[in-house]
């Protein structure tokens, strides 16, 4: 099975910074790869699909690159309201792998 | 967009079945690809299966024998059972709309259900 590796397990960054966060999968899975952002206590929601394509309704400070095996999330400016936990999942083939997910804090 | 509710006993005893449906409004469950996710406390998410009404289906390997999944096009729903439960399978349990394809994004999630393995 591709195995999925998310970095870092967490961050805390300062209102405005830009943040990344990263994905790699141990092998190749062209651009079958999304992210989604879930906030305490709420429902994980999409952001990203086909690894860089932005969900209709997310602002566009949010960013997905990447194909292969290795893809990034960018924030181009956080703010208060993206305290969440970030996760990046395949969906190539069976099985789906998310990645074991980033908690973004402010500082 | 497809609104989605999960429903099922909150309290499920170790060794029993772990049932799930999810009730799926404004689409039909004969289109798409349907999805289980779960999230321990604590933890991140894991997928547990997927499901499409033409019989379509996989689960993730670590919980393959144990898992069932079914749609029922009458009723539009779709659900999970997951036998000989531990403490180990208590989660938050997600469903999720996929896409047309099996390759394709979660769009749309249900709200969750806890559901808690205890005797």
């Known amino acids: 099975d591709i195995q999925v590796t998310q970095s870092p397990s967490s961050l805390s960054a300062s209102v405005g910074d830009r943040v990344t966060i990263t994905c790699r999968t141990s092998?190749?899975?062209?651009?079958?790869l999304a992210w989604y952002q879930q906030k305490p206590g709420k429902v994980p929601n999409l952001l990203i699909y086909?690894?860089?394509t932005l969900q209709s309704g997310v602002p566009s400070r949010f960013s997905g690159s990447g194909s292969g095996t290795d893809f990034t999330l960018t924030i181009s400016s956080l703010q208060p309201e993206d305290v969440a936990t970030y996760y990046c999942?395949?969906?190539?083939?069976?099985?789906?792998?998310f990645g074991q997910g980033t908690k973004v804090e402010i500082k | 967009q497809v609104q989605l509710q999960e429903s099922g006993p909150g309290l499920v005893k170790p060794s029993e079945t772990l049932s799930l449906t999810c009730t799926v409004s404004?689409?039909?469950?004969?289109?798409?690809?349907w999805s289980w996710i779960r999230k321990p406390p604590g933890k991140g998410l894991e997928w547990v299966g997927y499901?499409?009404?033409?019989?379509?289906?996989n689960s993730n390997p670590s919980l393959k024998s144990r898992v069932t999944m079914s749609v029922d096009t009458s009723r539009n729903q779709f659900s999970l059972r997951l036998s000989s439960v531990t403490a180990a399978d208590t989660a938050v349990y997600y469903c999720?709309?996929?896409?047309?394809?099996?390759?394709?994004?979660?769009?749309?999630w249900g709200q969750g259900t806890l559901v808690t393995v205890s005797s």
């Open positions: 404004g689409g039909s469950v004969s289109t798409y690809y």
């Open positions: 092998q190749g899975i062209n651009n079958y």
């Open positions: 999942q395949k969906y190539n083939a069976a099985p789906w792998t």
């Open positions: 086909a690894a860089s």
């Open positions: 499901i499409h009404s033409s019989g379509n289906t």
């Open positions: 999720a709309r996929g896409g047309l394809r099996y390759f394709d994004w979660l769009s749309d």
